[in-house]
């Protein structure tokens, strides 16, 4: 007994430490904007073609909140495409479609995508979209993120440099004074976003797309294998594989994202129990590639598997 309480006190010392290096990295971080040089919006030959996937399931009572919102960014129509991803199963179809028709006939270029089967889940959504998808830029929110207008005018830029292959930007909360439950959860997310993301992000160590409120280089996705279904998170699996790639994430802690948090207990617990199995499934998955291959750096690797470590 005495063996196994000191050998989980040492790997709770262990991740505390790294906690703290996380927290030196973030206090240390510059917070001023970037130098990076980036595309220049206003030029038209600089506006690149970009598309939105929003991959939805059985989502009746946020839908049409999402799709208002979202024709509301303001990008170039003709260089933007939105793909709902549809595969729900309830009497949300119907509605979502009429309302996309809705869109559709004031001008919008949306589609609304339905597949036979709902194989892989929202990564076989995501997979299926990818491959008639026409932008250069891959934009993906979940049903309760409802991005500010600028969010594309604010993001799209980084991706002069041909090195990223992310944009992640910081979620907000739409409902964090709901309850003591959504204060909760709020203060633990802005702990990730805050102190984790911008200390990984500003060492240059691996970060996570977080499944939404972000754009991927459609080369990215196809150079690191694309979207798989075999973990519960496929965000960070692929997010490991592509950075193994050598493809560089941003993190822009100043772009807010604003989402509904769970505000039921069973719907916290839900959410709690796939991000903790996805995260022990890409632990097993990815452990031996971030521990063998070449070219990461040591430090990359400790943070790494301690991030991936976190949910076992």
Known sequence: IIVIYSTALILIFMYALAQLNLLFNYLGATKSSSQEEKFDLSNPDQVPFVTIQLPVYNEMYVMERLLDNIVKLEYPSHKLEIQVLDDSTDESIETTSEQIKRLQD??????????ENRTGFKAGALKEGLTVA????????????????????????????????????????????????????????????????????????????????????????????????????????????AQMRGWKFTYLEDVE????????????????????????????????????????????????????????
Request: glycine share 8%.
């Open 106 to 115: 004031k001008g919008f270029n949306i589609q609304h995508i339905r597949r």
């Open 134 to 241: 026409k932008g250069e830029y891959i934009a993906i929110f979940d049903a309760d993120f409802l991005p500010k207008s600028d969010w594309l005018k604010r993001t799209i830029p980084y991706f002069k440099n041909d090195k990223i292959g992310v944009v992640q930007t910081r979620w907000g909360h739409i409902n964090r004074d709901y309850s003591v439950l959504t204060r909760v959860q709020a203060f633990a997310l802005d702990a990730h976003f805050t102190l984790e993301q911008v200390g990984r992000n500003t060492k240059g160590h691996f970060i996570n797309f977080n499944g939404t409120a972000g754009i991927w280089r459609k080369e990215c996705i196809i150079d690191a294998g694309n979207w798989e279904g075999d973990t519960l998170t496929e965000d960070l699996d692929l997010s490991y594989r």
């Open 257 to 312: 994202s604003p989402a509904e948090l769970p505000i039921t207990m069973s719907a916290l617990k839900s959410q709690q129990h796939r991000w903790m199995k996805g995260g022990a499934e890409c632990f097993i998955k990815m452990r031996g590639k971030l521990l063998t291959h070449p070219g990461v750096r040591f430090s990359d690797r400790v943070h790494g598997m301690a991030h991936l470590f976190n949910s076992s």
